[in-house]
């Protein structure tokens, strides 16, 4: 096809999509493919579901006319389509850059991103508060449709979004799309028939007065029908209907439908709309589709897709010589692997540890311990409340449970957390990985908070490891303590490069340890804050000024006494960690100082009162001054200025 051919050029806003036929519509959503395979291949990106979306998006903008008509896409894994039919086309090259395109929907980016969220099974909860608004009589009245992957409805919280529209009959419609299944399309008459009689407002209106009239008869045959009635519905439903849950919860099902066939999406999005109330269209679309290394690979290869690394693509195959997994062997491992391999030990060395994840085997380093020892390995599906409950009750039975799920997932689990777990002081250890700044994906995946919202929390420690060696000895530390609930942060990517230990040891817990004496100021790092203390006082010596590095390794409990014994001993203390600077690691060393009767001038080193944007790591900590020479240079002008507390 020629340049002057394609038609996706031409499309600048969705309403450029109403005026196509079918056959025009499909082969936009085939454009749109190509250029998600062209330019995430070169950039790196979310893949394999976006290449499943693509007829999905095309058909819902021909239809709906947004921004005035609400698309809700659940996660954003697969809204890339949606972003090059609204405006986007020309930046999709920036996505996932510092200053470019956000990883997600993002409100602030396009009037047509309607919620900004980068965690699961949200989409359906937003759409029902939506319209039930528009229906209240706030804001203009306009469809309303929630994009949901099958992945997404592991997840409670979408659940209960769909028990609330049933119940409040929300006229919604809810586009399932199924790319974990084969098409299976409904055949024959009576199975279109049923579609119809669900979808058409006087059909089903209809349906409900001749059920009712039953029921009235006379000479106790209205009572029997009143008995059996709902009985043969049932039995109707359940034998021709896939969708017999939705129908439970007083949705209308439509499917499965083939989600790469605009034209079917097209005719079921219109009759959905049209009922007037909650609707669910089943699509089944391929994970990867279009390129065919993941759209033949099974499920290993839509795992392996699903995100596409830098230059992994080229002329829409593989690049040669080049793998997503494999290249260039870094100098240091990743803490996920550190991790994911020191569980196995840890397992084979205690048959009470157990490993848990919440959907993210692989992201966590599970699947490690998937592969080696599979009856130790669970996971709930996007759950993390499930996933603390199902810890809080292995550990009520003598378990060890891990529950390994990222620091920004883990706050969806924060009753459980209180109420379950710390309250009654069972011994499950929450493995944080992606603590900090994590990058690409921005705000939604920064593990910016958990330092702040656990510390709170009586009953449970707090640990970081300052390199992949502490780590190791911190996950057996906290499978060998006893008295209650244990919360370890590691960070994403590559780790320090020092040697593992072959045996690890356990660490008295509350007890930091000093890395390097000097006077004037002292510097106590907490994870990854540690190897940024030791970078500025590298730069610190070059100029002068010789300082002390300590590594405090528990946020919870503080060891006062080192803190105290630095705060006597210099002029200035400095906390360093990658977390929010409001109730985090600073001010515990603050407070506990405090009520100790020690008033030290203290500097707070950490992460600022505000969502941090996407980016590279290193150009990220740039921004927040989370580096060696900004904290070096902080600490040049602290000791200049003798006056006063600071923080930042």
Request: glycine share 12%; aromatic share 6%; charged share 20%.
């Amino acid at each position: 096809m020629t340049e002057k051919s394609k038609l996706l050029p031409r499309i600048d806003k969705p309403q450029d999509l109403h005026r196509l036929s079918d056959e025009e519509l499909q082969a936009v959503a085939q454009e749109v493919r190509e250029h998600i395979i062209d330019t995430v291949g070169e950039i790196g990106g979310h893949f394999g579901a976006n290449l499943g979306a693509c007829e999905i998006a095309v058909a819902l903008h021909s239809v709906l006319d947004s921004p005035r008509d609400k698309i809700l896409w659940d996660v954003g894994h697969q809204a890339y389509p949606h972003k090059v039919l609204t405006g986007r086309r020309d930046q999709l090259h920036t996505i996932r850059k510092y200053e470019g395109l956000a990883p997600f929907c993002a409100i602030a980016e396009s009037e047509h991103d309607v919620m900004g969220a980068g965690h699961a099974s949200t989409a359906i909860g937003y759409a029902v508060g939506i319209k039930e608004a528009m229906r209240a009589g706030h804001g203009e009245d306009a469809n309303v449709v929630a994009v949901v992957g099958d992945g997404a409805m592991t997840g409670g919280v979408a659940f209960e979004a769909v028990h609330q529209a049933g119940g409040l009959g929300t006229p919604i419609v809810v586009i399932l799309n199924d790319n974990g299944m084969s098409i299976a399309p409904n055949v024959g008459a009576l199975s279109k028939y049923f579609n119809r009689v669900r979808l058409n407002p006087k059909l089903w209106h209809a349906r409900e007065g001749f059920e009712g009239g039953l029921t009235k008869l006379p000479a106790g045959i209205g009572a029997a029908f009143e008995r059996i009635g709902p009985h043969f519905k049932e039995s109707i439903k359940a034998f021709w209907a896939p969708g017999l849950w939705w129908e439970e919860l007083d949705f209308a099902y439509t499917g499965v439908i083939d989600g790469h066939d605009v034209r079917a999406l097209r005719r079921a999005l219109r009759a959905a709309l049209a009922a007037e109330r909650p609707v669910v269209i089943h699509c089944a679309t391929v994970k990867g589709k279009g390129f065919a290394p993941a759209e033949e690979g099974g499920l290993e290869g839509m795992e392996k897709w699903h995100a596409a690394k830098p230059n992994s693509i080229s002329g829409g195959a593989p690049a040669a010589g080049r793998s997503r997994i494999t290249g260039t062997r870094p100098a240091a491992p990743q803490y996920t692997q550190v991790f994911g391999e020191a569980l196995v030990q840890e397992c084979r060395r205690d048959e009470r540890v157990i490993g848990i994840t919440a959907a993210m085997n692989s992201g966590t380093g599970l699947n490690i311990l998937q592969g080696e020892l599979p009856e130790r390995y669970f996971d709930v599906g996007i759950a993390e409340q499930q996933a603390v409950l199902f810890a809080a009750g292995l550990a009520l039975e003598g378990a060890k449970p891990v529950a390994a799920i990222y620091s920004t997932f883990l706050q969806r689990a924060y009753d459980q957390i209180v109420h379950d777990v710390c309250l009654q002081r069972l011994n499950v250890v929450f493995a944080m990985d992606r603590a900090g700044l994590v990058g690409d994906d921005g705000p939604t995946h920064h593990g910016a908070f958990d330092i702040a919202y656990l510390r709170c929390l009586p009953n449970i420690v707090l640990m970081a490891p300052r390199d992949e060696a502490m780590l190791v000895h911190m996950l057996r530390t906290a499978l060998l303590y006893d008295d209650g609930p244990v919360a370890l942060r590691y960070p994403r990517g590559e780790a320090v490069g020092v040697e593992l230990p072959r045996t690890p040891e356990t660490i008295p817990i509350g007890t930091g340890e000093i890395l390097r004496e000097g006077d004037r100021v002292a510097l106590l790092g907490y994870g990854t804050g540690v190897g940024k203390a030791l970078a500025a006082a590298d730069i610190l010596a070059e100029r002068g000024i010789d300082v002390t590095v300590a590594d405090a390794r528990f946020a919870k409990p503080i060891d006062v006494g080192l803190a105290a014994q630095l705060a006597a001993e210099h002029e200035l203390l400095v906390t360093v960690e990658e977390g929010v600077l409001a109730g985090g690691f600073g001010s515990a060393v603050w407070e506990h100082l405090s009520d100790a009767g020690v008033t030290p001038r203290i500097l707070r080193v950490g992460l600022p009162d505000r969502y941090v944007t996407h980016g590279a790591p290193a150009l990220l900590h740039e921004e927040v001054g989370f580096t060696g020479e900004r904290i070096a240079e902080r600490i040049e002008a602290a000791v200049a200025d003798r006056s006063g507390v600071e923080s930042s």
